[in-house]
């Protein structure tokens, strides 16, 4: 049980600082903003504030499930130093994958791989131990 609030308590930690992340991206650049508001039909009515809501809302679930996921992988694998390298490496491979995707790697990308290592890799284990 201990492992699983942990992870719950890591998502928590990760959706929090990966939401500022987000929405700090999302507020610095205007053309992003404009080109979602032409894709999406009447998105030129959505402020950027209820945006914001959806976006915070969307990432405390699924970072908390994701944390939720990994304090039972912790507790089946038992072992905290093979938790760490299985969890920066699965990090590290969707980094590059999404960078592939989208052709660079930005800084947020960077810094939300890294909060969620320091979420997962770090702070579920020592609270879980």
């Known amino acids: ?17 990966t939401t500022g992340i987000a929405l700090y991206s999302m507020s ?7 080109s979602a508001r032409e ?13 914001g809501i959806v976006i915070v809302n969307a ?16 507790f089946s694998l038992d072992d ?6 299985f969890v920066n490496i699965a990090l590290l491979l969707g980094l590059l994958a999404a960078g592939f995707v989208r052709g660079r790697m930005t800084r947020a990308m960077w810094v939300t791989a890294l909060v969620a ?9 020592l609270l879980a131990g």
């Not at 290592?117 to 284990?125: D, F, R």
Request: aromatic fraction near 14%.
């Open 1 to 17: 049980m201990r492992a699983l609030v942990a992870g719950f308590i890591s998502g928590a930690a990760a959706a929090f600082m």
């Open 117 to 125: 290592a320091l979420a997962y890799g770090v702070l579920l284990p």
């Open 80 to 85: 905290p130093d093979a938790f760490r390298f």
């Open 39 to 51: 894709r999406v039909a009447g998105g030129s009515r959505v402020p950027l504030p209820l945006l």
């Open 59 to 74: 990432m405390m679930l699924a970072w908390t499930m994701f944390g939720l996921i990994l304090g039972a992988a912790y």
């Open 28 to 34: 610095r650049n205007a053309a992003w903003w404009v």
